[in-house]
């Protein structure tokens, strides 16, 4: 625990169920998770894990897993990349993969993701392939990882032509979300985080956004409200992978901020300096609600809101924001039409009727998205 | 239709459902099945096809198949590996799935695997994992993979450390079995997939077996016995799946003859020139039954009689046919222990108590098996 940390009031650690029948599994959020690593992942029956983490959060927390895995009897052995998002690559994963199997990690075996969002996408990515399905605890060492990505079983890499245009859906079987090592993340990083955050306010839980706008440290610091914070984030994002794990719905809804953010992202060509995953999404929900102002859908207050809380925790709120510039609109344009969520060259939105009031929106006009980049840009 | 099959009885398609659910599908067994192609997969929902195939079958069959897209108003476009076992590898499933994004195949759409076993499932895999996930139709043109490989999900691509060690439980959407494709293979190949239709009759059809035996000719020839013989089989594998789709039980009885034949497969290094899978299936399910013997617990006549009749249609029984040789036993015994189906490091084969009568042994001695291997090997 960070000595912060140990000023702050006793923290107490939440649990969260995702419902999914027979793959059912819990998301745990507190302090000191993985120190106990060894013992949850015993208990899941495994004789053998294979870590799999980045350069940087080995040199972190690594040394605490294995003493825990140690200590829990388990065999395991580590698999390390670099950090960033460019290992989320067809090569990368072949080494991990590779890895994987040279430690003969078994069907009953259990493949450990220690990161964040990278690391969580591609171990749990190699444990769906790897003899056609093994087991995978997420231990993710980000808020962002710790809030959205490693819950819900989205995995997969990126392509050339698109971000996790490859993957699979493949539910861990269980999540130890360790508040403490946020204590250990860069100030941009945990920023970044808190856009997937604020979006679960602005999704379906008004009272959740003006919880954290009259806590806009909340998710900074240690103690009750961070964990209540990511426990809530967790419970929207479990809530909504129970009614549709496939995306053929619902889902979708998660990924308010995320059809423009991946589209700055590509823009930028993944480049972590200029932009990271977690700006491109604060980007991307102000431009939703500023897209959804001019067509007339959002009262233009809740759209300031919206801006004004970004920014009040340091975020980006517009694509101008992204030092070096973005491409054309036509370019941005270019890029939303490979998006996974497009369906029959039709471009799919996440577009709101306010605050906590977001919506599928198919067949929207391409012409007023196009107009609407074009005056973003200007 | 081929010259010989004009001469032959009429022959009519036949239908065998995979029960599983909300992923329930059909298998067509029938001649001309190829040419009605895009009729069926329009009738599916899909607007665009991505082809995969291999440089032997698009010479013999692309041409059709593409006519029979274009007829039904479908877009498409065609992804060309080249042929044999080594394009089972991460580099070609990356250069299928990126020719498929290029393509841009929507989740709505669907891949067509056009080809044998390699094809099949190399393209199942990618369809497993392109944009998380889009549908599959399988064209198999080989024996072996009407028979086998293109029913019942399994897809994937080999390592330097085992055959399908990565891959994905990826259910095809249709099988279009044209048995007219099977008279453009050649006589080794054919050969080959017999021993997967053999290996029905063994498993737990004795009934079968003996129907086989008495038409040596029946899967070799045109006619309604061949669509007979394919159609058995295909009923045979569609019920195992249907009760252990995910391969936790029963459905490891369809590896009667793998645990040995993927140790040959690996132990010549996957060459086709001097063994192919199903001539390792061929050996595999002959030794599988002399263990079986050796361990006191098959009749050696049943024995005998699976060689008589792998050899009547000229297929090998015995490690020393292999061209070349093979390893010693000690070799053969570490390739077996890489396999999948190892759980703990214990050993599972597929053993008989006679013909018909097959079933899972777990806990198979390790000395024994060595020692079997060395009796075979001398």
């Known amino acids: ?78 698999v390390t990349v670099p950090a960033g998002e460019p290992s989320k690559s067809f090569g990368r994963l072949s080494e991990v993969v590779d890895g994987l199997l040279a430690a003969r990690i078994e069907r009953g075996d259990v493949v450990l993701a220690l990161g964040g969002g990278v690391v969580g996408d591609l171990a749990g990515f190699a444990a769906a392939i790897l003899r056609r399905g093994v087991r995978c605890v997420q231990a993710p060492t980000s808020l962002l990882a710790q809030v959205d990505s490693s819950v819900g079983g989205k995995t997969g890499i990126n392509s050339v032509r698109g971000k996790n245009l490859i993957g699979a859906f493949h539910q861990p079987s269980l999540v130890l979300a360790d508040v403490d090592a946020l204590d250990t993340l860069p100030p941009r990083e945990l920023r970044a985080g808190y856009a997937e955050v604020v979006k679960y306010g602005l999704i379906d839980d008004p009272a959740f956004f003006a919880w954290l706008e009259a806590r806009p440290r909340a998710a900074f610091e240690p103690g009750q409200d961070r964990i209540r914070a990511i426990a809530t984030s967790c419970r929207a994002k479990a809530a909504v992978v129970a009614r549709d794990e496939h995306e053929t719905g619902d889902r979708a809804l998660l990924n308010l901020g995320h059809t423009f953010g991946h589209a700055l992202e590509a823009d930028v060509a993944y480049d972590g300096a200029r932009l990271i995953h977690g700006e491109g999404v604060a980007i991307g929900m102000a431009m939703a609600f500023r897209f959804s102002v001019s067509l007339g859908l959002c009262p233009p207050e809740d759209a300031a809101r919206v801006e004004r809380h970004l920014e009040a925790v340091g975020l980006p709120t517009s694509p101008k924001a992204i030092p070096g510039g973005v491409g054309s609109a036509d370019v941005l344009f270019g890029h939303m039409q490979q998006d996974k969520k497009v369906s029959r060259g039709r471009l799919t939105f996440i577009l709101a009727r306010g605050i906590g009031r977001s919506f599928v929106a198919k067949d929207v006009d391409p012409a007023a998205a196009l107009a609407f980049l074009k005056r973003e840009l200007a």
Chains 1, 2 share one sequence.
């Open 1 to 78: 625990m960070s000595l912060a940390a140990s000023f702050a009031e006793p923290q107490v650690a939440e649990r969260v169920e995702v419902g999914l029948g027979a793959r059912a599994y819990d998301i745990l959020i507190g302090p000191g998770l993985l120190a106990s690593a060894g013992e949850r992942i015993a208990a899941l029956g495994a004789r053998t894990v294979g870590v799999v983490t980045d350069e940087n959060v080995a040199r972190l927390h690594l040394a605490t897993v294995e003493r825990s895995l140690a200590a829990a009897g388990l065999g395991f052995s580590t």
